[in-house]
């Protein structure tokens, strides 16, 4: 009968038992103390499966407890471990070491996100520009009273916004947008793309409602179409088409 | 709060085209291509109000735009002209929706629709002929 390990074994134990290994350096930062960002050096054992997330807890695990992440489902779901992973923003459970091709993997903190400490930023102002935009279907009637209809939608009204449904607010996007770095009160591509999600939805009665909230000087008018946050979406949202899309409303290409 | 307090990029990450493939490049080169035309668009108001201080003043001012440095730097601004011109036609179009792809389910790897190869095929377009017309710019003004 096989024996199951006891929790101090299992606890112990070293996941990882590949001859291969790669140097990780961790940004580590805590605003209350530090004045400066620095970095930690840590070889870390991998398999080709292993994900970015599972070396950053390997270390937390056998090297440095302290190393401060946030990470809940491990399958690129919750949208909690975005982080900037050799220079792009990426998902560190949807990442792979193998795939990165270099024995050095540099994490820090997702860019134009306040640092709580290390690799965790506040999401404070993402959440509050989601918001913003009213994240809900707009309309007089409801489906949920007695006597009352579901609100029917054909296969081609859903496909005008399913893809943009898509999204779980892991904010590489704001992270990768050119306008982002510079300017604090843009509404960022996650509100927008969102924003036209709802306008899309055939459902939704609250289009001028939204079209008036984004037409603000920090707002969709300040979308350059670089398309940095599409090239990074771990979801294929294509943020960058969203908002174009809901421009040309705003331009009178569509109505 | 502080630019660090944000972790805000700043400047530097923004004018940084390494990471996000020709799309960022052409978002980099159209800045710099129109922050290079607004300052020509002034020395040119500077210059033409030259004319004020009657012939001589014009012709002494019209001379140092015939030296080489001089032809460099008209030759800089037509380039800057052109790719401005027709990166800023697709981008436009882009701005109205056209062009950018329809939605459709996404099927991994996520390849975006937005970032398509007709707007690859403008970014490139307007790189080459603002090379073309520079280097057309140059034999002439340098043929002679």
Known sequence: MAQTPSLAEESGSTPFSSSQSITLRIARYNPQHDSAKS???????????????????EVKKHFDHSVAVRYSCRQATCGSCGMIINGKPRLACFTKISELNSNVITVEPMNNFPIIRDLAVKFERLFDTHHKIKPYLIRDDTEITTNTKEFLQTPEELEQYIQFSNCIK???????????ATDSS??????????????????????????????DSHGIWRCHFAGSCSQVCPKGVDPAMGIQLLRGYMLGFRS | MTNQDENKEGIGGMINPRRYGIERVAYLLMRLSGLGLLAYFIGHIYETSSILKGQIGW???????QTNA?????????????????NGIRVML??????????????YPYIPASQNIRHKMGIYSAIILAAIAMMYGLAVMFGE
């Open chain 1, 170 to 180: 892991c904010g590489l996007c704001n992270s990768a947008c050119p306008t982002m």
């Open chain 1, 39 to 57: 970095f930690m050096e840590f070889q870390v054992p991998y398999e080709k499966w292993t994900t970015v997330l599972e070396a950053i807890l």
């Open chain 2, 94 to 107: 882009g701005h109205g929706g056209v062009g950018v792809g329809k939605p459709a389910r996404p099927d």
């Open chain 1, 186 to 215: 843009f509404v960022g591509p996650q509100a927008l793309a969102q924003a036209y999600r709802y306008v899309a939805d055939s459902r939704d009665k609250g289009k001028d409602n939204r079209l008036k909230i984004i037409d």
């Open chain 2, 70 to 86: 001089g032809h460099a730097i008209l030759a800089i601004v037509i380039a800057m002209c052109v790719f401005h011109t027709v």
């Open chain 2, 59 to 65: 012709n002494a001012f019209l001379a140092i735009t």
